[in-house]
């Protein structure tokens, strides 16, 4: 399999967007997950090309989840970043088979390197 590849972090100002890539090869269960100093990896979008999409509260609304399946690339488009926002985000892929749209980081057994967005004023 390949190796998930991560880019498109940077430091914002508030209400800026920002748009992540993660390169892969053929998952087709992924997700978006982010790690803030001192609190533990939360999920933030969930890519299900079987059953749709979903996100977390906090960033419902302002985040979209996409895939490029020609080129193998997961996106998530972040819109009004909030200081709140500010982690290293994370792609991961390829649950187990039967898991697949679970928001359980530990499950996933893919991993990019990280991405780290920070949003400050």
């Known amino acids: 399999q390949e190796q998930l590849v991560e880019s498109g972090g940077g430091s914002v100002q508030p209400g800026d967007s920002l748009r992540l890539s993660c390169a892969t090869s053929s998952s087709r269960c992924m997700g978006w997950f982010r790690q803030a100093p001192g609190k533990e990896r939360e999920w933030v979008a969930i890519?299900?090309?079987?059953?749709?999409?979903r996100y977390a509260d906090s960033v419902k609304g302002r985040f979209t989840v996409s895939k490029d399946d020609a080129e193998g690339i997961l996106y998530l488009e972040m819109n009004q970043l909030k200081p709140e926002d500010t982690a290293m985000y994370y792609c991961a892929a390829d649950p187990p088979r039967g898991y697949c749209g679970t928001i359980a980081s530990a499950l996933y057994n893919h991993w990019g390197q990280g991405t780290q967005v920070t949003v400050s004023s």
């Open positions: 890519f299900d090309s079987a059953s749709g999409h």
